[in-house]
């Protein structure tokens, strides 16, 4: 009897067991899938309407074959039946009722939120039956609405375990990218600048050479006033650069007007506000061709001489002489100074001369001391051009009226 009663146990065993096993390797197919349907999310800061995003979410749930996903036409009558499941149902016991009245698994319903320079998504899935939340998840996108469905593919994909394409979830994923502070942000530091340098080399010449040599005839220190414009295109905490254009009138003080215009790239280090800048100038000279007699031949002071100038003095000193050349070439026996040779082959600073356009590098180091509103920039430059150049110091200030966003 116990033998009879033991093999009809064993025998029940292994049919419960394959049936299990065959129920295990039944394909999946749309009758026996989870019914699930869709409420119109929450969609706040972004051009596309409730009902477009939800269609959004039924077609990549179809897709992902986990569902039997009910459509607007599967919903309908129960939608029109009560206006809150059509616009106002985003809450836990609001979708439950929903699912009953529908007759689903699960109800499915979200937000979608358009914050600044991100998309914020929200997906959650309720358990109609138990009451409970199944699964939910939240995102945050860069702010490319366009590519709305395919973040909702991303989040739905990532929420169900299963394989998205990284590389388009890395372009649209939202980067939390250094920027800068409220204190920084993009200053207009425009003012006017005020200074005074001194001049080097050939301009230092030129500067103190007599009027009636075609200088200057000034100390070779002059005042320098004029206004700088500056455009910020980075900023962070402690980098930012900048674009300058300072336009400069200097000598006022002497009786003279010489008019510049720089152009240069800034790189500013820390909430210090130090600073390097760097750029080409550009200005107005009046240049000669001549020579100066620097071993005093024909004058007592290494007098410069321009081509009119030597015209000039040969014809009045040395006309009656067969030696005599306008090019200032001599060469004859007596007297000795004829021996030797000046040529006209240099442009030189002549007031007298012609106009062309004068180059020169600017390279300048300073530090933006702050007061409050107030910003007091204080550098120290050099100008440096052929044969010579300038160095000095400038001081400027201005009022920070207003900051701008670095995105603006």
């Avoid at 709305?148 to 990532?158: G, S, V």
């Amino acid at each position: 009897m116990k033998t009879k009663i033991f093999f009809s146990v064993l025998i029940c065993f292994s049919f419960l067991k394959v049936n299990g096993q065959e129920k295990q390797n039944e394909p999946t197919t749309a009758a026996n899938l989870p019914t699930l349907a869709v409420a119109n999310p929450y969609v706040n800061g972004l051009t596309f309407k409730a009902e477009t995003v939800s269609k959004m979410i039924r077609l990549e749930l179809i897709k992902m074959k986990k569902y039997k996903v009910y459509d607007v036409f599967d919903m309908a009558d129960v939608l029109k039946g009560n206006a809150e499941f059509l616009n106002e149902c985003y809450g836990q016991n609001c979708l439950v009722k929903m699912g009953k009245e529908l007759n689903v698994d699960y109800v499915m319903c979200g937000s979608f939120d358009g914050l600044g320079n991100k998309i914020a998504i929200t997906i959650k899935i309720v358990d109609v039956r138990n009451h409970t939340i199944l699964k939910s998840s939240v995102k945050e996108f860069d702010n490319q609405e366009l590519e709305l469905q395919r973040m909702i593919e991303i989040l739905l994909k990532e929420m169900h375990d299963i394989e998205f394409s990284k590389e388009t979830s890395d372009r649209l994923s939202f980067k939390n990218e250094l920027i800068t502070s409220n204190n920084i942000g993009k200053i207009n530091n425009s003012g006017p600048r005020i200074g005074v340098a001194y001049l080097l080399g050939s301009v230092n010449e030129f500067a103190v050479r007599p009027e009636s040599q075609g200088g200057l005839g000034i100390f070779p220190g002059v005042s320098m006033i004029g206004y700088q414009l500056e455009k910020q295109y980075v900023g962070t905490e402690n980098f930012s650069s900048l674009i300058e254009c300072v336009v400069n009138v200097s000598g006022l003080e002497q009786g003279q007007f010489i008019p510049s215009l720089t152009l240069m790239n800034g790189f500013r280090f820390g909430k210090s506000g130090w600073e390097i800048a760097f750029g080409p100038g550009f200005g107005i000279k009046q240049t000669s061709n001549g020579f100066f007699d620097k071993d005093n031949l024909f004058s007592d002071n290494q007098q410069y001489f321009s081509e009119d100038d030597w015209a000039k003095y040969a014809e009045r000193n040395y006309s009656n002489l067969p030696e005599y050349n306008t090019t200032g070439q001599f060469v004859a026996p007596t007297p000795d100074k004829f021996n030797h040779t000046y040529n006209f082959d240099k442009k030189f600073g002549d007031m007298r001369g012609k106009y062309s356009m004068n180059t020169m590098f600017v390279f300048g180091v300073g530090r933006t001391f702050r007061a409050g509103a107030l910003n007091i920039p204080v550098n120290v430059f050099y100008s440096s051009q052929k044969g010579g150049g300038m160095t000095g110091v400038n001081v400027g200030f201005n009022v920070q009226k207003r900051k701008k966003r670095i995105n603006d």
